[in-house]
């Protein structure tokens, strides 16, 4: 399986963004779905995850409120919708899935990944 994640860009300080992560093959479907991001010199931390059924979802604290997880198994993609960007969103957005898991909340338990689409948020 192949993840390609796309809709990365500039913004100004309480836009909206929305990333998409397409896979490529149906199988993804039944993966637990992660956002991870990774600003320079920092560790990759995780954003937020949804089951295979979208019926449920998780966010880190800083994100909660503001980003929307979701997907469309029969498109195999998945999606964050990002409102309210700030300054501190700013890093490199990672999907990735997690064979064999339900839920998965640590970049350990992922281990398909895609290449990353880069979210810059200006003052």
């Known amino acids: 399986v192949q993840l390609q994640a796309s809709g990365g860009g500039l913004v100004q300080a309480g836009g909206s963004l929305r990333l998409s992560c397409a896979a490529s093959e149906r199988t993804a479907s039944s993966l637990c779905m992660g956002w991870f991001r990774q600003a320079p010199g920092k560790e990759r931390e995780f954003v937020a995850a949804i089951n295979y059924s979208g019926t449920w979802t998780y966010y880190a604290d800083s994100v909660k409120g503001r980003f929307t997880i979701s997907r469309d198994n029969a498109k195999t993609t998945g999606y964050l919708q990002m409102n309210n960007l700030k300054p501190e969103d700013t890093a490199v957005y990672y999907c990735?899935?997690?064979?064999?898991?339900?839920?998965?909340?640590?970049?350990?338990?992922?281990?398909?990944w895609g290449q990353g689409t880069q979210v810059t948020v200006s003052s």
């Open positions: 990735a899935l997690a064979r064999g898991r339900t839920y998965a909340l640590s970049p350990k338990e992922y281990d398909l």
